[in-house]
C-alpha cells in the first residue's frame, strides 16, 4: 500500500485533466484552514472581552517639602471643614456683641473681703479727724495697714460702731477676718463679738441636754468644761492646787478637789452657752 502526500490523481485521467482538479483540492484545503483561523480568532476575542481590564497604578501623592528649609517633608495638611451657621440651642439666650473694654478704662472696685488682702504701704499718719466716720475709717486702714498698732486701730474702730453708720465697722472688720493678714483672727473674734446674738432653739429640759458640739467654723469653742472654786489660802498665781498640785492631771475628770462646805470638781458647759463674750458663770 503506498501513501501519497500529493493531491490524489483520479484513475484514467491524463495530466491536462488532472490539473484542474488538483487545483480545486488546493482551494478547498486553503478555504478550511481560513475557516479555522477564523473560529480561533473569534475565540481569542470572546475570552480577551471576558476579562476585565487592567486598572491603572494611581501615583502616590507627594508632600510638598518644609518651608523651613530643613529638608524634611511637611506632612499634608487635613482638610478643612466647611463653616457652620452658629444657632443658639433652644431655651439658652442669644449672646449679644458687647463694646469692646478699653484698656484705660477704670477696673471696678472688689468685694470688700477682697479689698481686705491689699495693705496699703503706710499706715495713716494721725489717728483723729472731723467726723466719726473717718476716724473709723482711719482706724480701720491703720489695721490694714499691719504693724505695732494695728490692734490699736482696730479697737478704735469698734469704739465708733455706734456713732457710725449702722453695721459700716462691722462690715469692714469682718472683711479683715476673712483676709490673710496678721490681725485677722483677733478681727473675726472682735466681729463675732460686734454682731448681735441670733434667737436659738428653746429648752427642752435636761432629758434632752447634750455636752458635745460640732468645731465651729469661726473659731468659737463652746464644748469646755470648768474646775472651781479654789479656796485663797495665799500664794497667788505661785501656789499650785487643784490639777496643777504634784501627782494631778488635767486628764483626770473624775477627781475631786472639795473643801469645806463646796463641792469641787469638773463640770461640764452646755455649747448654746457659750459665746464671743464669754461664758456666765452664774448658770
Do not use: C
Not at 146 to 153: C, F, I, T
Not at 225 to 250: M, N, V, Y
Request: no cysteine.
Amino acid at each position: 500500500m503506498t501513501i501519497s502526500r500529493g493531491p490524489v490523481r483520479p484513475e484514467g485521467a491524463t495530466s491536462d485533466e488532472a490539473e484542474p482538479h488538483e487545483q480545486r483540492t488546493r482551494v478547498t484545503r486553503a478555504n478550511g484552514r481560513f475557516a479555522a483561523l477564523g473560529l480561533l480568532g473569534l475565540l481569542v476575542a470572546s475570552v480577551a472581552d471576558a476579562q476585565p481590564a487592567p486598572q491603572k497604578p494611581i501615583a502616590p501623592k507627594t508632600s510638598k517639602p518644609s518651608p523651613d528649609g530643613t529638608g524634611k517633608v511637611a506632612p499634608p495638611k487635613p482638610p478643612v471643614a466647611p463653616p457652620r451657621d452658629a444657632k443658639p440651642k433652644p431655651g439658652l439666650p442669644e449672646k449679644k456683641a458687647g463694646p469692646t473694654p478699653d484698656k484705660n478704662d477704670k477696673k471696678p472696685a472688689g468685694t470688700p473681703e477682697k479689698d481686705a488682702d491689699k495693705k496699703p504701704t503706710e499706715a495713716p499718719s494721725r489717728w483723729t479727724d472731723d467726723t466719726p466716720e473717718k476716724m473709723a475709717g482711719l482706724g480701720i486702714a491703720r489695721a490694714r495697714a499691719g504693724g505695732a498698732d494695728a490692734l490699736a486701730g482696730l479697737l478704735v474702730a469698734a469704739a465708733l460702731d455706734e456713732r457710725v453708720t449702722k453695721d459700716e465697722v462691722l462690715r469692714q472688720v469682718a472683711g479683715i477676718g476673712r483676709a490673710n493678714l496678721a490681725i485677722s483672727d483677733d478681727a473675726r473674734m472682735l466681729s463675732l463679738l460686734m454682731s448681735p446674738l441670733p434667737f436659738g432653739a428653746a429648752w427642752d429640759g435636761w432629758a434632752k441636754a447634750t455636752f458635745d458640739t460640732p468645731p465651729s467654723r469661726n473659731g468659737l469653742v463652746q464644748g469646755f468644761a470648768i474646775l472651781g472654786p479654789f479656796q485663797d489660802t495665799g500664794g497667788g498665781l505661785q501656789r499650785h492646787e487643784g490639777p496643777e498640785a504634784d501627782k494631778q492631771s488635767f486628764a483626770d475628770g473624775a477627781a475631786d478637789y472639795s473643801w469645806g462646805v463646796y463641792k469641787v470638781g469638773w463640770r461640764r458647759v452646755l455649747p448654746q452657752t457659750v459665746t464671743a463674750e464669754g461664758l456666765p458663770l452664774d448658770l
